[in-house]
Each structure stands twice: as C-alpha cells, then as structure tokens.
C-alpha cells in the first residue's frame, strides 16, 4: 500500500464514521485535516483529541473522545500498515 492508498483508506474510514448524521460528504475538510493529523500524531489517544477538536471547531458540536479514541485507532491501524512496508 502507498500513500494515495493509505489516504483513500483513511477518507473511507472517515466517511463512513459520519459522527453527525449528515451524509458522507458532508466533512471534507475536516477529513482533509484528520489526515494530516493522522500523519503528525502516533498515539490513538492524541490522535482521538486533535479529530474532537477539529470537528468541534467547525461544527460546534462536541464528540465525545471514546467515539474520537474509537476511530483514532482505526485510522493509526491503517498508517501502521503503510509503515511496516517500508
């Protein structure tokens, strides 16, 4: 897997989370943000604080961090992926 697979692994995985019930199209440009924090962040729980507060700051609605912690580690799972080839 590269890295355009990694990303379209990750929108996916964003996609069909959809916290707030509005339809997979709906976050693209938090998704654009979750994926470079994706890539600046190692540790699911930092990972899960950064994606509350970036949906929190466009929708001002907050995400609980056990849903952000739970989706954290899915997206890492996918980096990790793309780590351990090279």
């Known amino acids: 897997m590269d890295i355009n697979e ?3 692994k ?3 995985i964003l996609q ?3 916290p707030f019930k509005i339809g997979e199209e ?10 470079k924090a994706v890539n600046e962040f190692h540790h699911p729980t930092d990972l899960a604080k950064k994606i509350q507060a970036i949906y929190e700051a466009s929708f001002k609605e907050w995400i609980p ?3 952000c912690t739970k989706v954290s580690y ?3 799972a996918v980096k990790m992926e793309v780590t351990c080839q090279i």
Do not use: H
Request: glycine share 4%.
């Open 74 to 76: 899915k997206l890492l």
């Open 16 to 18: 069909e989370w959809d």
């Open 65 to 67: 961090l056990q849903a």
């Open 26 to 35: 709906g976050y693209d440009s938090e998704i654009a943000d979750v994926i």
């Open 6 to 8: 990694m990303n379209l």
């Open 10 to 12: 990750l929108v996916l």
